[in-house]
């Protein structure tokens, strides 16, 4: 049995996305995995299907393996768009589809999220052209942008009632942000009332060293527990980076009524409630973040 703090900390905290690297499924065996996943005992930790809208006539012939019981509930992936002449048509045909795609399959698949990166240039204009473009959808909307533009992004996000979304690795080392680039934007996002998401990288529960890309991958345990306990008791980044750094499994402790990291609480009630900011995480695997919390004694 898991304890009630880790379900709240990790209660549909896992959005799968099989179809990218390092797993990098094709769609087929990638829906596969999700329609068992849904049907399994650990699926109150699972999250959404990261889906690319481009990938959405593809799906079609994949979803008699979802049902009214168990539909296909997806995130879907708007695509990346070099400028920002090319954020309102990329937008707009994304929003299309989604409407179009939700009204033809409703009550098999549920689309309620969306996320997309953010074009160069300011900010404002493309949140501008966002509220014009997914005003009448109803959509937990998360824009991503580099991390080291993480903090000004997530400022600008403020009262847009848009979430940020967070890289925090990849293949290879250079694509792992540092500990105090994830502390500077979980801090913005709990002082502006911002949710944010992660994605890539966040395989393992508690930070370490992987031979795979040449670097340490952040915990998820870490991020998570981090965003809750910084939102919780108004970290500063300082104390935030030192939860993020911290590579000792024993530092985290799961109970009935609250979750500790060190010598800081939260009880569990208020995890659920710091949830609604520190939202979800993006990994290509289900199966190993599940497997690690069990070699550890924790689930």
């Known amino acids: 049995m898991s304890s009630a703090s880790l379900r709240a900390l990790l209660a549909h905290a896992i959005d799968y996305a099989g179809l990218f690297p390092p797993a990098d499924l094709a769609l087929e065996p990638a829906l596969r995995n999700q329609a068992g996943y849904v049907r399994s005992p650990d699926r109150w930790m699972l999250g959404a299907f990261i889906l690319p809208v481009a990938k959405f006539a593809a799906a079609r012939a994949q979803l008699k393996q979802f ?24 937008l707009e045909k994304a929003a299309k589809a989604i409407k179009e795609f939700s009204t033809k399959h409703e009550g098999v698949v549920s689309i309620a999220q969306f996320e997309m990166p953010l074009p160069p240039g300011p900010v404002a204009a493309s949140l501008g052209v966002a509220r014009a473009t997914l005003g009448d959808l109803a959509l937990n909307v998360f824009w991503e942008a580099p991390a080291d533009a993480a903090a000004s992004t997530i400022e600008a996000l403020a009262s847009s009632g848009a979430g940020f979304k967070l890289r925090t690795g990849g293949v290879s080392a250079g694509a792992f942000p540092t500990d105090g680039q994830i502390a500077r934007a979980l801090v913005a996002a709990v002082r502006h009332r911002v949710p944010i998401k992660f994605t890539a990288g966040l395989h393992h529960p508690v930070r370490l060293f992987h ?89």
Do not use: Y
């Open 67 to 90: 049902e009214q019981e168990h539909p296909l509930q997806i995130s879907a992936l708007g695509p990346k768009t070099a400028k920002a002449a090319d954020f309102r048509p990329a």
């Open 211 to 299: 031979q795979s890309v040449g670097t340490k991958m952040h915990g998820f345990l870490n991020v998570l527990g981090a965003g809750v306990l910084a939102a919780e008791h108004r970290w500063s980044e300082a104390q935030t980076q030192e939860m993020l750094a911290d590579e000792s499994a024993g530092s985290f402790a799961f109970g009935e009524e609250a979750f500790r990291w060190r010598d800081w609480k939260i009880t569990t009630a208020q995890i659920t409630a710091r949830r609604r900011l520190v939202t979800s995480l993006g990994s290509c695997s289900f199966d190993e973040p599940r497997d690690d919390l069990r070699a550890l004694g924790i689930f």
